[in-house]
């Protein structure tokens, strides 16, 4: 009986060693996996930022645009 309890016990151990390794490796990926998503988050911000930019640039064009059509009388009423 004391056999069978160790062997019971020695399975629980590598159990848990497996579970605590098992553990370790998830927590690491897990921050690896934050760590891309903030990589990501920055890159889709810096690209908003871009395209505000650029859409402020092209309204500035229009504008431009608008003012020269009427300066040369190309607009149509």
């Known amino acids: 009986m004391e056999e069978m309890d160790?062997?019971?016990i020695e399975h629980?151990?590598?159990l848990r060693n497996?579970?605590?390794d098992?553990?370790?490796e998830t927590r690491e990926e897990l921050q690896t996996i934050k760590m891309r998503l903030n990589s990501v988050e920055r890159g889709l911000a810096g690209t908003h930022d871009d395209s505000v930019?650029?859409?402020t640039r092209l309204d500035r064009?229009?504008?431009r645009i608008d003012?020269?059509?009427k300066r040369l009388?190309?607009?149509v009423a």
């Open 12 to 14: 629980l151990k590598a």
């Open 53 to 55: 930019i650029l859409q």
């Open 18 to 20: 497996e579970l605590k």
């Open 22 to 24: 098992f553990r370790q």
């Open 67 to 69: 003012r020269i059509e």
């Open 61 to 63: 064009v229009d504008g």
């Open 73 to 75: 009388d190309l607009t």
């Open 6 to 8: 160790n062997i019971i």
